[in-house]
């Protein structure tokens, strides 16, 4: 639900079933007690050479420190274990390059939509009550929780403490999984969660909304006023907690819209499309831009950006200030404007228009080629790997317009022609292969 995650929330929720319960379903078995796996030694050059039990005997010192007492150490220990295929699991990740429109049309299914509008009906004291006191709408708080685990039945199943210890022993994220591996701890210590209790994803997220440890001790409210900040079982607690984040954690603006789909005529300035572009509605609607069905946009100073996932041949949307606390809860551009469009879906909206005829994307070994043209022409893409990032698109927006082409941050098969021709002439004669 945060930057940590980036994409792995929605990958895993390629594997969600189409007819996942509604129901809120029980936390998974308590695990048998889990045994560790040998560290690799790798993992401890970023600890001057510690081993595995050195490293967690000084976390444990940090937890301590932070005010975790010694009876939660003690009762968490025989969770704290490494496991490999944890960090194998982290680092071969492979973030999803499918297109918007396919993503969303799985991930925003009418069910979906229906659930969340159900659930809003079942829980809408605790829905009104989290209204009126973060200013979230019901619908933005049901689109994560559908997303997120589909009210309850994905929440993963793996033990959260050996998650996060093996996160935290490997190099890649250490010092950020040592803090979420002491948060988890006082997650304990305050009553919340037993260890055996905490079972999530691979990643060390908790509960219906997929909170890492630092965010459930931050915002987690107990809703229900058991004296528990339940987010695996409560619904109250699922939703207040959730808008707590939202509002204070992402700097909602309350009373203010978050994504709308809009229709963009053809001379649109491209180099306007980008989510850095804010001008007010009454520009937008002088350049052209309508609502779907043609009616006008409002014509006042409410600052917007034109976004399109797909370039200016695939869907289009106004995306306004509150769209910026989507793409904090995960920063993949198709997971934020999926999460938009389905809590706009459940508002009430109308099913996007589907583009006129389909949106030609580059093979994935061709979208890898761009990237490193890209990086060769001294663009930072981030990691070169097929996948369509803001970075990436940001990037391929600057040499649409070096080249003339129009600047809608979508990779073509003419702009990479472009690249190629420039790249082979820039190489000096004699090392043409």
């Known amino acids: 639900m945060v930057q940590t995650r980036f994409l792995i929330a929605a990958v895993a929720l390629l594997a969600c079933s189409a007819t996942a319960s509604a129901q809120f379903a029980p936390p998974p078995a308590k695990p048998v007690a889990p045994r560790t796996t040998a560290a690799s030694p790798r993992a401890a050059s970023c600890h001057n050479g510690a081993s595995f039990d050195r490293f967690l005997a000084d976390v444990k010192q940090q937890a301590v420190a932070a005010g975790v007492s010694q009876r939660t150490i003690a009762e968490a220990s025989p969770y704290l274990v490494y496991d490999q295929g944890i960090v194998n699991r982290d680092r071969g990740q492979r973030v999803f390059g499918q297109l918007f429109i396919e993503f969303a049309g799985r991930m925003a299914a009418p069910y979906r939509m229906q659930n969340g509008q159900q659930h809003i009906k079942q829980y809408a004291a605790a829905f009104a009550r989290a209204e009126k006191e973060y200013g979230v709408p019901p619908a933005v708080i049901a689109a994560f929780w559908g997303l997120e685990s589909d009210f309850g039945a994905n929440m993963g199943n793996l033990p959260t403490l050996k998650s996060l210890v093996s996160l935290a022993y490997d190099c890649r994220r250490s010092e950020m999984f040592v803090g979420e591996t002491i948060a988890a701890l006082k997650i304990i210590d ?7 209790e905490m079972i999530g994803s691979w990643a060390g997220e908790l509960g219906q909304t997929q909170f890492l440890p630092v965010h459930y001790v931050n915002y987690a409210v107990d809703y229900d006023g058991d004296g528990r900040r ?6 109250a607690d699922v939703i207040g907690s959730t808008a707590n984040y939202i509002a204070n954690g992402l700097k909602w603006r309350r009373g203010e819209p978050w994504l709308e789909e809009i229709k963009v005529p053809q001379n649109l ?14 520009t937008w609607a002088q350049l052209g831009v309508t609502y779907p069905d043609g009616r006008p946009l409002p014509n006042d100073n409410l600052a917007a950006s034109v976004l399109l996932p797909m370039g200016r041949n695939g869907p289009a949307f106004m ?6 606390a989507y793409t904090e809860w995960n920063n993949s551009l198709i997971y934020s404007t999926t999460a938009g469009y389905l809590a706009s879906r459940i508002a009430g909206a109308a099913p996007m228009r589907k583009p006129s005829a ?13 990237q490193q043209l890209l990086v060769r022409a001294g663009f930072n893409v981030g990691k070169v790997d097929g996948v369509l990032g803001q970075q990436s698109r940001a990037a391929v927006k600057a040499m649409q317009i070096k080249h003339g082409l129009p600047a809608d941050s979508w990779p073509t098969a003419e702009l990479l022609a472009r690249m190629r021709g420039a790249t082979a002439q820039a190489q000096p004669v004699g090392t043409l292969r």
């Open 269 to 282: 300035p491209w180099d306007k499309t980008d989510l850095t572009v804010r001008e007010p509605r009454s």
């Open 319 to 324: 995306a306004y200030p509150n769209f910026a």
């Open 230 to 235: 339940d987010l695996l079982r409560s619904p």
């Open 358 to 370: 389909p949106v030609a994307q580059l093979p994935f070994n061709e979208l890898k080629e761009l």
């Open 190 to 196: 305050r009553g919340d969660l037993h260890p055996d």
